[in-house]
């Protein structure tokens, strides 16, 4: 284990091995941090038990401060790494990752963000998982968007496709997508892939690459964890404009892959969701039957009602079918936006310009 540097904070550390090291990298979390160690302080028991690592990327609010005095009244061992106090003072999720696997003491990494909410079971689901499947090396968790009003239904809505996607695909062996506020991956196989070499120039991305990573390394070692136990929930953007700059900053490593199947991905879904508006502006210039039109639209929106109809009963949100045409209608000028300001990849996020 690495020499834990003096500025870090630990409380009953115990002797033995946790199960599971669980690692939140946090930047201006002071308000949301509580809510999450509630959750923690709430799990199940699981054998080995857990310790949590929360690195604090250069707040400028009482993020520390919540977690200095959370880690005296804690059940578990509650460690603070200041970027700041690293070599070079690095920033972002990366680096913090980084930071906090180097001192992790668990060879299982559970990772989350600072604004999210885990049900009791959270962390007993994967060590389920990790128990039966001794194969397993990377594990990605399901993500519900929480929120009231038609905005945070359709982001709900478009992440519950995301997530039946990223299912999918690790269900057929070709991994193309997951979400870092839920996955878990085995420490030493982090460093056996080099970590997040090749793409420390992108911010954003520490789930994604190194979901490829693992899978070229290790085909067949990526599970999904379908159970309820599982849903990670976190607020959905409140205004357009945040919710424009995430996407962004989402799209923007789209271009940085180094295999091809997300890309391809990626070109089909924008290319399915023109349907309607370039079948529109066919019929409108006279060159396609009306009836052609909307058949090809039906015939989408079914095709999404069958992918979502399952995911969205997983997440217990089937209601939310009835927005499957709302969101195709708003999906291509949505898609095409942000995949294009995506390219350019620049973008500001947390009181930064990044790129």
């Known amino acids: 284990m690495p020499h834990l540097p003096q500025d870090l904070t630990e409380t009953a550390p115990g002797k033995s091995t946790p199960a599971f090291s669980i690692l939140i990298a946090a930047r201006n979390e002071a308000g949301n941090l509580p809510c999450l160690l509630r959750d923690l302080a709430d799990q199940l028991l699981v054998s080995g038990g857990f310790e949590v690592i929360i690195v604090d990327d250069h707040s400028t609010d009482a993020t520390a401060e919540v977690v200095q005095e959370a880690a005296q009244r804690l059940p578990f061992p509650v460690r603070l790494l200041p970027l700041a106090g690293q070599p070079g003072a690095p920033t972002g999720k990366k680096a913090a990752v980084q930071a906090a696997i180097a001192v992790a003491r668990a060879p299982w990494l559970l990772l989350t963000d600072a604004d999210c909410r885990v049900p009791v079971g959270w962390v007993q689901a994967y060590a389920r998982l990790v128990a039966t499947n001794a194969t397993a ?5 399901p993500v519900l968007l929480t929120g009231a009003g038609w905005l945070a239904t359709l982001q709900g809505l478009e992440l519950a496709g995301l997530v039946g996607v990223g299912a999918a695909s690790i269900g057929r062996s070709a991994p193309t997508m997951c979400n870092g506020a839920n996955l878990a991956y085995r420490r030493q196989d982090f460093y056996a892939v080099q970590g997040f070499r090749g793409n420390e120039a992108v911010a954003s991305g520490d789930d994604e690459f190194l979901l490829h990573k693992l899978h070229a390394a290790f085909p067949g070692s990526i599970r999904f964890l379908a159970d309820p136990q599982a849903v990670v929930q976190t607020a959905a953007q409140p205004t357009l404009r945040l919710l424009l700059r995430q996407r ?5 490593k789209w271009r940085h892959y180094q295999t091809r199947t997300p890309q391809r ?8 969701n023109l349907t309607f508006p370039v079948g529109a502006g066919l019929w409108a210039a006279g060159l396609v039957p009306g009836e052609i039109v909307g058949l090809s639209w039906a015939l989408k929106l079914l095709a999404d009602a069958l992918l979502l109809g399952p995911v969205l009963g997983f997440l217990g949100r089937r209601r939310w079918l009835w927005w499957v045409p709302v969101l195709q209608l708003a999906y291509a000028p949505y898609a095409l936006l942000t995949g294009l300001a995506g390219l350019r990849g620049s973008y500001q996020w947390k009181g930064r310009q990044l790129r």
């Open 265 to 272: 991905l990626a070109v089909l879904v924008l290319l399915a």
């Open 248 to 252: 962004v900053r989402w799209a923007s």
């Open 137 to 141: 090396r990377f594990i990605s968790g």
